[in-house]
């Protein structure tokens, strides 16, 4: 069994990458995608915002469940004197 599991740690460590894309800045806070994949197919995609110098959250996470599906880019949109974040 352990043999299994180090191998499947491996499989994922050499088939898995995370991409940071820069969505924008919404009221003073630097936003940011970060899109997952697992050879080479989307596997799921967290909204994280900077809430500090050196300190980020993760806002929201969405995990693909079905082959084939695709996350759209987070846009900022302004609505009068709101900023809204807008995903998936």
């Known amino acids: ?50 809430t500090g110098a050196d300190e980020y959250r993760e806002i929201f996470h969405a995990q693909a469940f079905v082959p084939g599906m695709a996350f759209s880019p987070t846009k900022i949109v302004n609505t009068d004197d709101k900023q809204t974040l807008v995903w998936l």
């Open 1 to 50: 069994m352990k043999i299994a599991l180090l191998g499947r740690k491996a499989d994922v460590k050499k088939n898995s990458a995370a991409q940071l894309v820069e969505a924008g800045e919404a009221d003073w806070l630097e936003v940011y995608d970060v899109n997952y994949r697992y050879k080479q197919a989307i596997a799921g995609k967290s909204l994280i915002v900077q």
